[in-house]
C-alpha cells in the first residue's frame, strides 16, 4: 500500500551502489529527530500509507509530535509489511481463508479476491511431538509418526502454497519459525515494487517478537488480526508508550543470555509494560551479540511488552553476512537506516515515556518457575526456593518416594524429580553462545564419567539446521548423544506442550505417588499444565543448565555445594568443573559457525524433503472439504451471513460458565497438549472411529473447530471458582435443579440449546500467555457473549473483540469478590446498544441478580479501544468485517 496522499512531500529517491529507490523520509515532519527508533518505523509507515481517511496528516503530526509523558489516546493505523505464522496457528487462519473463498461468493463477490495481500510465510514447526527420545534414531522415528499424524493437515498447507498468490510454507523438519524468520525470512529494509521500506511484521505467535533483535518491528497478533492483515487491513492500535531500557557494563563469566533475559523478564514485570514498547539503547547494547538480542526480543510476551526492539547498527549487518544475505541487500539496510536515521547511536538518548537500566555485570545465573516465566530465582538459591515452593504442591515435611523398575534399572522416584530435560524452543536455540555451552558442558562431563539419572526424559529439539552443522564441525554430538540428548526433532516440541508421554512406569508412578515431579526446559513457557500433564512444576533454564540439571536429576540440589557424580578416580565432580569458559565456547563458535552452514540449509528453504514432495496435493481455488475429516473442517462462521450486520444487542439473562482468578493464561484457555479420551473432544473422536492412540494433540486438530471447541477452557489446571478444590474443563449447570457438576462444553451446548447466553467472570491479567486464536474462537462459540475481567492481556482482549465477544472490565479497584458475587447469579448488560449509533460507550451497565433476587450492580467499563475494535464488534467480528469490505468493493 503505497500513499495516496502526501502531504509531506515525503517521497524521493535513494540511490545505493547502482540501485535507485523510492522511500518515504521521515525527515519531513517535525519532531522526528528525537523519536525512539520504533516510533520512527511507524512514522514512515504512515507517511507510506497516507490516504486522508484512515490514515491523516493528522495522525502523521500526532506520531511526530508524540507527547512522551501522556497516556495512549491516539488511534493509528499501522500496516504490517508481511505476516508470519506457525502451523499450529497457522493452519485455522488457511482453514478460514478457504472458508472466505467461498463466502464471499455466496455474498456475490469474486472469490479470487481472497489472497493475501502482504507476503505471508507459514513455517510448520509446531507439529514434531518426542515420542522418541535418547536413541540414535529418534529424529527419524519422530518424523515418521509426524508425518503419520499431520499428512492430512500438510496437504492441505501444500493445496494452500498452490491456491493462495504471496503465500509461503517451510516444510517440517526446517526449523522453529522465530529462528528461520531470523535466519532467513526477515529482510529488515523491504522492497515491493521499486519502493524501500522497514521490514515490520505481525506473526500468529507471540514471539515473533525475536525479530525485534533485527531491528524488525512486529509483534504477536492472534490468528484472527493476522488474516486481516494478509487481506490488506491494517492493524488499529493506540500511539504507544515507550520504555527506554539503557544496557550498561558486560556479563560475567559464567553468565549466559538466558540469565540476562530472565533478569529483564523479571525487572520489566514489576516496572509494568504491558501495551507498552520496550526499546533497548546505550553502550551495553552496542557491544551485546545478536542472538543475545533476539533472546532478550524474544521473551517479551514473558514481560508483557508489544515489542522489545533494539534498532539496527554493525552488528545487525553483520548477522545479515553471517545469516548468508546478499551485499546489495545488506548495502540497502545500512544506506537506508542511515538515511532515516535509523542507526543506532550509542549515546544518543531518545524521548521515552520511561527509562530503565540494567548493568549487565550485575546479571548472575538464575532460573525461572516453577509456573510463571516471571518467577526468577538465583540458581545459588534454587534448592531453598524449591523446598518452599513444592509445599504448594502437596507436600509438607520429608519428599516422597514411589519405587520404579523399569528397562533403565531400579530406583527411587522422589518428589522434585527432574522427569523432563529439554533443551527446545527458539527463546535459546537460536543463541550459539548457550548452545555451544551446553555441548561443550556435555562433553565435559561425558569425559569425566558423569551420566544422566535414569528417570530423566532427555531431548534435543534445535531452532535450526545451523545447529547441527555447528554441532558437527565442532565434534560435539557424540557426547550429546552418550547423555541421551540426541536430536529428536526442529520444532518448539516441549516448550508447547509436545514433550511426549512420560516413560510408563515413570508415569505410573508419579500417578500412584501423586508425586510433585519437575520438568526443566530452555524454553519461554513454564505455565501450569502445559509442558506435561505429569508434571507439576516447570522451570526455564539455559541450556548447559538444562543438561546440568538432567545430571543432578532434582530440583532438590545444591550446584555449589553438591557434586554432580564422582570421576573415574572417586573424586566429586562439581558444576563448576564442568563449566566452560566464555572464552572456550567463543572461539569454540568462532572455529565452527559459518556463513556457509546457513547457505547450505536455507539454500531451498521452502522445497521440503522427499516426504513433503510426496504429498498429494489438491488443486483448485476453492479446497475440496472432506465430510469425514477429523482435522479440516469448515468453520461456521459466515452461515446465514449478509451484506448488513445485524444490530449488537444488549445482554439478557447470561448465566456464568467459568468464575476464574488471576493470571488465568490463554494455555489455560485454549486448546493445547493431548487429548484424554474421557474428555468431549476425545469422545468426538472415537464417536467418529478414530482411536486413542491417533488422537493426536489439540493443536495439530485445530483446523477442525468440533475438536477445538471441546477443547476450551480443559486445561487440566484450571480451576473454576464455581466448583470446591476442582481442577480442569468443569462448571455447573444451573439449568438443572441443583447445578451439577458437568464439562464446560457439554453445559455450553446444554445453555445454547435453550438460548441462554453466557459471561465468564475473570480476574487480574486475563489472557496472558501465547497469542491464541482459539481462545478467542473457542470461547465465542461456546456462547459466551461477554467477559468481565479486572484487567487484560492486550492480545487476547483484541481477539475476543475480533470473535464478537464483549470485554468488559470491573470498576478501577473492584472485583468480583468486592461485588459480591459468587457466579451463580443471573446477569445483563445494558448499554451495548450505543454502539449501533456509531459511538463507543465508556460503561455499560451489568445487574447481577441472586436467586433470592437481590441484586449487584456496577458500571463495567468497555473494553473496545479503538473505533476500528468497534467496526469489528458491531459486524459481529473482524473476519466478517473484512468480508463484507471486500464483497461490496
Known sequence: MVASTNSFGAQGELKVGEQSYQIFRVNTVEGHESLPYSLKVLLENLLRTEDGANITADHIRALGGWDENAEPDTEIQFTPARVIMQDFTGVPCIVDLATMREAVADLGGDPAKINPLAPAELVIDHSVQIDVFGRADAFARNVEFEYQRNGERYKFLRWGQTAFDDFKVVPPGTGIVHQVNIERLARVTMVRDGLAYPDTCVGTDSHTTMVNGLGVL?????????????????????????????????????????????????????????????????????????????????????????CAIFPIDQITLDYLRLTGRSEESIALVEAYAKEQGMWLDPQ???????????????????????????????????????ALDVKNYG????????????????????????????????????????????????????????????????????????????????????????????????????????????????????????????AVLSGNRNFEGRINPDVKMNYLASPPLVIAYALAGTMNFDFDLEPLGQDEAGNDVFLKDIWPSPEDVEATIGASLSRELFEKDYADVFAGDERWQGLETPEGDTFAWESDSTYVRKPPYFEGMGMTPAPVADIAGARVLAKLGDSVTTDHIS??????????????????????????????????????????FANIRLRNQLLTDVEGGFTRNFLEADAPQTTIYDASAAYQAVGVPLVVLAGKEYGSGSSRDWAAKG????????????????????????????????????????????????????????????????????????????????DAVVRIDTPGEADYYRNGGILQYVLRQISGS
Open 218 to 306: 512486529g509483534w504477536g497478533v492472534g490468528g484472527i488480526e493476522a488474516e486481516a492483515a494478509m487481506l490488506g487491513q491494517p492493524v488499529s492500535m493506540l500511539i504507544p508508550r515507550v520504555v527506554g531500557f539503557k544496557l550498561t557494563g558486560e556479563m560475567n563469566p559464567g553468565v549466559t543470555a538466558t540469565d540476562v533475559v530472565l533478569t529483564i523478564t523479571d525487572l520489566l514485570r514489576k516496572h509494568g509494560v504491558v501495551g507498552k514498547f520496550v526499546e533497548f539503547y546505550g553502550q551495553g547494547v552496542a557491544a551485546l551479540p545478536l542472538a543475545n538480542r533476539a533472546t532478550i526480543g524474544n521473551m517479551s510476551p514473558e514481560f508483557g511488552s508489544t
Open 348 to 386: 544518543a538518548e531518545p524521548r521515552f515515556s520511561e527509562k530503565l537500566e540494567l548493568d549487565l555485570g550485575t546479571v548472575v545465573p538464575s532460573i525461572a518457575g516453577p509456573k510463571r516465566p516471571q518467577d526468577r530465582i538465583v540458581l545459588s538459591d534454587a534448592k531453598s526456593q524449591f
Open 395 to 518: 507436600v509438607d515435611g520429608d519428599l516422597r518416594e514411589e519405587a520404579v523398575t523399569g528397562p533403565t534399572g531400579a530406583y527411587g522416584l522422589k518428589d522434585g524429580a527432574v522427569v523432563i530435560a529439554s533443551i527446545t524452543s527458539c527463546t535459546n536455540t537460536s543463541n550459539p553462545s548457550v548452545m555451544m555451552a551446553a555441548g561443550m558442558l556435555a562433553k565435559n562431563a561425558a569425559e569425566k564419567g558423569l551420566t544422566v539419572k535414569p528417570w530423566v526424559k532427555t531431548s534435543m529439539a534445535p531452532g535450526s539446521k545451523v545447529v547441527t552443522g555447528y554441532y558437527e564441525a565442532a565434534g560435539l554430538w557424540p557426547y550429546l548423544d552418550k547423555l541421551g540428548f540426541n536430536l529428536v526433532g526442529y520444532g518448539c516440541a516441549t516448550c508447547i506442550g509436545n514433550s511426549g508421554p512420560l516413560p510408563e512406569e515413570v508415569s505410573a508412578a508419579v500417578n500412584k505417588g501423586d508425586l510433585a515431579v519437575t
Open 671 to 712: 486448546p493445547a497438549g493431548s487429548i484424554k479420551a474421557d474428555s468431549p473432544a476425545g469422545v468426538y473422536l472415537t464417536e467418529h472411529g478414530i482411536d486413542k492412540r491417533d488422537f493426536n494433540s489439540y493443536g495439530s486438530r485445530r483446523g477442525n473447530h468440533e475438536v477445538m471447541i471441546r477443547g476450551t
Open 779 to 858: 470461547t465465542a462459540l461456546l456462547g459466551v457473549r461477554a467477559v468481565i475481567a479486572e484487567s487484560y492481556e492486550r492480545i487476547h482482549r483484541s481477539n475476543l473483540i475480533g470473535m464478537g465477544v464483549l470485554p468488559l472490565q470491573y470498576p478501577k479497584g473492584q472485583n468480583a469478590e468486592s461485588l459480591g458475587l459468587s457466579g451463580t447469579e443471573t446477569f445483563s448488560v445494558s448499554g451495548v446498544e450505543a454502539l449501533n449509533e456509531g459511538a463507543t460507550p465508556k460503561t455499560v451497565k451489568v445487574v447481577a441478580t441472586r436467586e433470592d433476587g437481590s441484586t449487584s450492580q456496577f
